[in-house]
């Protein structure tokens, strides 16, 4: 069986925008939100697709998804062009859009899921068991009966994730996923995907912001940056060629002199806390240890590269600010 | 201070033009309906109402004219200040060194003031075009006293106009679901304020009770104004009936809400 | 530009309609189990639409109080042409009528959501939201409608029952089409919403009077353009026994079935130019 479900070739999309000028004057501007795009995604894989806002992610998506139609190149999902057979593959994909719910928002959360079963067509055994999977990984027993209006963030984004796998896609396009989320909302949506992909294979391709959506659950990950994939391999890689730094935030019993530790450097120093870069490449266990040894802590913490900052490493900001909006007139 | 609040008002209505269109297109389209039903009533008694065949038809126009001026349908610029008592912002402006009936007032006559340009006009030129208007007329002192008072009655009636919707927003305070008397708003004020037949073809009865609600104000005596429906003594007495109701509606506002204020201060909005 | 072509033709031949209306069925249950979970206020705004419905009854009246006919018809007359006109229009904003939130939807994106699942867009945005509150207007009209055939003594023959059946039947479908058609448009005019009342609601009211009162190419072009003449004003010359200001062959009066095959047929050629307008630009 041929293992590679989604292939993209040269595609682009670009979009025709009118701005007003002036009283009366209106420009015409030609806006390339993915200028050729180049990848395949084999199945089962859990690709992470990151990159600034605007850089042409949620485009991509929409294209991937059958929503959007691209302006050239050539893609397929599963051997299927989206667009033409847009209601044929929708019943072999779950997408879920961060921002949008795709739940019926005065409704309890349980009729959505009615809905889904029937607008997906999946048999009445397939659906109980996928729905208490769902409802015993995601935690949404005391969630069901309530209209989704009143949920919070976090509970939506379950109850919506939830919603798009009950007819078991093969593949989920997952659009910002942990996007403003609480901490054990993150965590918990991070452990069912990871379980989902891998217990049934289903392939995930996942666009965030936040680089430890990434490190937690995806082997490789795609930059885009302006229309085009700008790096495409692991994590490590990443970072290597960003160069990219993690920090370690010290917060120390009393007020010391800045810290030397070897391997670190440090960047900024505030009363009793110090804040130590190192390459986010290397592990952090040993630098923790060694500091620990010599110092009183009072707490310590990890925080993680900013996915603009490694991009901008990447590529220097001379080219970031170059235009991608050809004007035509 | 209020005027630029008014000509920002009027800014930001004239940037929403294709909803501004699509609302024209509707009422001129709606003007040449209503103009056939009237021109068939009238070419069977002539003189109905007191307003000859020409008059009944321009009334037909300034109807449909004044319909999104004097915002009969929705709440005007007043839908806003609904949205901020439904979410609660409302209680920042309270304690703002500001009026807020002339703040609203203001915001409320800038969209007006943009109204009158489009939605008042461009019905009134093609309904011109396709039939004959009745304009003031008489002697030149007739006109020019015709056009100015016209202009007053047009002020008076978006002052009742406001004062009614300001009182209907107000009643966010008290109630969730704000449809029920949205949608009593506009039946009444359409039915009672004349704007789908004069009230003057109603018969007694309802006439009586016409005459003696403040909706009147709004519409019907406007058109009358412009069509010299009255004598001068006449006009002058409908003018002071508007005045009448705009003082009166405009205290009832401020009455209601100093009692909306007391709400928010007790109990925290 | 190929592949755009081949959406048109190759996707819908594979779009299942039996299963595009069920789930159209089960969206509008879910929509009216929602709206009766509070039912004050869903009797309120269902006796709020009823009482908007009757005002322009009550100017019909008001009117009659003053003569006897209208453009040459009698109040029994106006009152049927009033009673077809408001439940065809009822029937077809209650089936498609929120579809004119299309506008709205598009602005927000919310369109998105609709499309990535496997029912066509359609079936899902016109069960979207489902008030029943709109059977205020079909009773209040249909009450109407049966005091005028109270009135009316048509003497009726099989063929007129059936010419009556096929008036509410495809007048709805006109008016429907109107809807669909008018939504459309919305994907690429979000901001102008508001054009598609002057053809429904503005439509329903100019079916509510004579044709006779009105100028003939007004009449002419709800004849030969947006054919709204076919939803109750040429069946009912033939059901009324009424001549034709016109003066058009007589089979006109039998036509509205054509009619509604053919406003149908055009809406679905907007509808779809409208969607994939909305794949093209994403807006």
């Known amino acids: ?135 015993e990984l995601l935690e949404l027993g005391p969630l069901l009966d309530v209209p989704v209006r009143q949920l919070s963030l976090g509970q939506r984004m379950r109850g919506d994730i939830a919603a798009a796998l009950l007819h078991e896609p093969e593949v989920l396009y997952l659009d910002e996923p942990t996007i403003g989320l609480d901490v054990v909302s993150k965590r918990r949506v991070r452990e069912f995907l990871a379980q989902t992909n891998a217990e049934r294979g289903t392939t995930v391709l996942l666009t965030t912001h936040d680089l430890t959506d990434i490190e937690q659950l995806c082997s490789r990950v795609m930059v885009i940056d302006h229309g085009r994939v700008v790096y495409d391999g692991g994590l490590d890689g990443l970072h290597r060629q960003g160069r990219s730094e993690r920090t370690l935030v010290v917060d120390l019993e009393r007020e010391l002199p800045p810290i030397e530790l070897h391997g670190t450097r440090l960047v900024r120093r505030e009363g009793t806390r110090q804040w130590l870069a190192f390459p986010a490449s290397a592990s952090a266990a040993p630098l923790v ?27 220097g900001e001379a080219e970031r600010t170059a235009a991608t909006v050809a004007r035509i007139g | 201070m209020y005027a630029a609040v008014c000509l920002r008002s009027f800014r930001r209505y004239s940037t929403y033009r294709a909803a501004t269109w699509a609302r024209v297109f509707t009422n001129t389209v709606f003007g040449f309906i209503l103009t056939y039903t009237y021109i068939a009533l009238w070419h069977v008694r002539p003189h109905l109402g007191g307003y000859d065949l020409s008059a009944a038809i321009t009334y037909v126009w300034i109807g449909q004219g004044l319909l999104s001026l004097l915002a009969v349908g929705d709440l005007g610029a007043l839908a806003d200040l609904q949205t901020r008592i439904a979410n609660g912002d409302v209680a920042v402006d309270l304690f703002r060194p500001v009026d807020q009936q002339r703040w609203w007032l203001a915001v409320d006559a800038g969209r007006a003031g943009y109204q009158l340009l489009t939605n008042a006009l461009v019905p009134m030129l093609v309904g011109g075009l396709a039939f004959h208007l009745r304009l003031p007329q008489g002697s030149a002192v007739d006109v020019v006293a015709g056009w100015a008072a016209t202009a007053l009655a047009l002020a008076l009636a978006l002052v009742v106009s406001y004062a009614l919707r300001y009182l209907v927003a107000l009643t966010g305070f008290w109630l969730l679901d704000l449809r029920g008397i949205q949608l009593v708003y506009y039946l009444t004020s359409c039915f009672f304020g004349g704007f789908f037949l004069p009230v003057t073809v109603f018969p007694p009865a309802l006439e009586a009770v016409a005459r003696a609600l403040p909706f009147i104000a709004v519409f019907q005596v406007p058109a009358d104004v412009f069509l010299q429906h009255d004598d001068a003594a006449g006009a002058l007495g409908a003018l002071g009936v508007q005045l009448a109701w705009a003082v009166v509606l405009l205290g009832l506002g401020r009455l209601v809400q100093s009692r909306a204020v007391r709400k928010v201060v007790v109990q925290g909005g | 530009m190929a592949e755009t072509r081949s959406f048109v033709g190759g996707g819908a031949a594979r779009w299942d309609v039996v299963h595009a209306v069920r789930c159209y069925g089960h969206i509008v249950r879910m929509w009216i189990r929602a709206a009766l979970a509070y039912p004050a206020s869903f009797w309120m705004t269902m006796a709020g639409n009823l009482a908007a419905s009757g005002m322009d009854f009550v100017v019909i009246v008001v009117m009659f109080l003053h003569t006897h006919a209208l453009g040459g018809w009698s109040l029994p007359q106006v009152a049927f042409l009033y009673g077809t006109s408001g439940v065809t229009l009822g029937l077809a904003d209650i089936f498609v009528g929120s579809m004119d939130q299309l506008g709205v ?104 009077y004579p044709p006779t009162i009105y100028a003939r190419d007004i009449v002419r072009g709800t004849v030969f353009g947006v054919p709204l003449a076919f939803v109750n004003w040429l069946p009912a010359l033939y059901l009324l026994g009424r001549d034709d200001p016109l003066g058009l062959p007589s089979w006109f009066r039998f036509a509205s079935p054509l009619a509604a095959l053919l406003c149908a047929t055009a809406a679905g050629l907007l509808w779809r130019t409208g969607l994939r307008s909305y794949r093209s630009t994403g807006s």
């Open chain 1, 1 to 135: 069986m041929d293992q590679t479900l989604i292939e993209v070739e040269g595609v682009t999309k670009s979009f025709v925008v009118r701005r007003r000028a002036g009283r009366l004057r209106r420009t015409r501007e030609v806006v390339n939100a993915v200028a050729g795009l180049d990848f395949t995604v084999r199945r089962g894989e859990m690709v992470g697709y990151i990159g600034p806002n605007g850089a042409g992610k949620s485009t991509t998506v929409k294209m991937l998804t059958g929503i959007l139609l691209p302006s050239t190149g050539r893609l397929r999902v599963a051997g299927a062009d989206p667009v033409r057979d847009r209601v044929r593959l929708a019943q072999r994909m779950g997408v879920v859009f961060g921002q949008r719910t795709t739940l019926w928002w005065d409704l309890p959360l349980r009729d959505s899921y009615e809905l889904a079963r029937r607008i997906y067509r999946i048999p009445a055994g397939t659906y109980a068991r996928n729905l208490d999977r769902c409802v």
């Open chain 3, 105 to 208: 939807r598009v602005r927000e994106g919310s369109v998105d959501t609709v499309l990535v699942r496997p029912v066509p867009a359609l079936a899902q945005i016109a069960g979207d939201r489902f008030a029943l509150r709109r059977i205020g207007r079909v009773l209040q009209s249909g009450a109407v409608l049966t005091w005028s055939l109270l009135r009316l003594d048509l003497s009726w023959t099989p063929l007129k029952v059936l010419v009556f059946a096929s008036l509410v039947l495809c007048g709805t479908v006109i008016f429907g089409s109107v809807f669909v058609g008018g939504s459309a448009c919305h994907f690429f005019m979000a901001d102008a919403a508001e054009v598609q009342n002057s053809f429904t609601y503005g439509g329903a009211t100019m079916l509510q």
């Open chain 1, 289 to 315: 240890a060694e500091l620990a040894g010599r110092y009183e802590l009072r707490d310590l913490s990890v925080r993680e590269p900013e996915i603009e900052d490694v991009i901008a490493r990447m590529y």
